[in-house]
């Protein structure tokens, strides 16, 4: 079964945010780390510090989400932040 995951990445706590969707998280936050794309928003930024992330079984759930989380005030991303990784920390270890 494929598993979607909707993520923030960030440089530094409060700083700059990204929301992506992928199927492959792991691989997806290496390649931020790496610049595989080094005129990408997340390059530019220096944006590989994984703070949030939710798992979808299908795509369409996790495009849905991604579509209304990158619609949120920025408060309302930072609080969501807060509340499931309130020391900022780097997530990459915790994904299955």
Known sequence: MQIYSVYIITNKPNGVLYIGVTKDLKRRIRQHKNKVQPTTFSARYNLSRLVYFESFETKDE??????????????????????ENPDCENLVDKIK
């Open 62 to 83: 996790a495009l849905l989400r991604e579509k209304r989380m990158k619609k949120w005030n920025r408060d309302w991303k930072v609080e969501l932040i807060e509340k």
